[in-house]
């Protein structure tokens, strides 16, 4: 099912601000879009929610899918945002180990750090 892009603040962080070029840390859970499911939350292709090893990727950089470029912008450390991600933002039209072509995606992210270049 193909869903229009959102973002909501599920905890406003009062730390650093993310923004393009930052070094940033996160923790994150992935779920594909099920509209059957409650939160729309189907099944959990991912997850790094280890404290001593978040995720690290530059913002803006296209090292991570243009939903997180863009939705990750503005957050502060300490906040968790819930993204929901269109195939065109997200993988598109291919398979990525469990995500199927097409799919639309649900994160929620927590930055962990914000590191200025």
């Known amino acids: 099912m193909i869903v229009p892009y959102s973002q909501t603040d599920l905890k406003v962080g009062d730390g650093a601000t993310a923004a ?41 950089q296209g090292s991570v899918i243009k939903g997180w470029d863009q939705g990750i912008v503005g957050m502060q450390v300490g906040g968790i945002r819930r993204l929901v991600i269109p195939p065109s933002l997200a993988y598109g039209n291919t398979r990525k180990g469990a995500i199927p072509p097409n799919s639309s ?13």
């Open 20 to 60: 393009n070029t930052n070094a940033l840390a996160v923790h994150y859970i992935g779920w594909l879009y099920d509209s059957t499911q409650p939160d729309n939350k189907g099944a959990q292709f991912d997850a790094n929610l280890a404290p001593a090893d978040p995720f690290g990727f530059a913002l803006g």
């Open 105 to 117: 995606l649900i994160f929620e992210v927590e930055l962990v750090s914000v590191d200025t270049p």
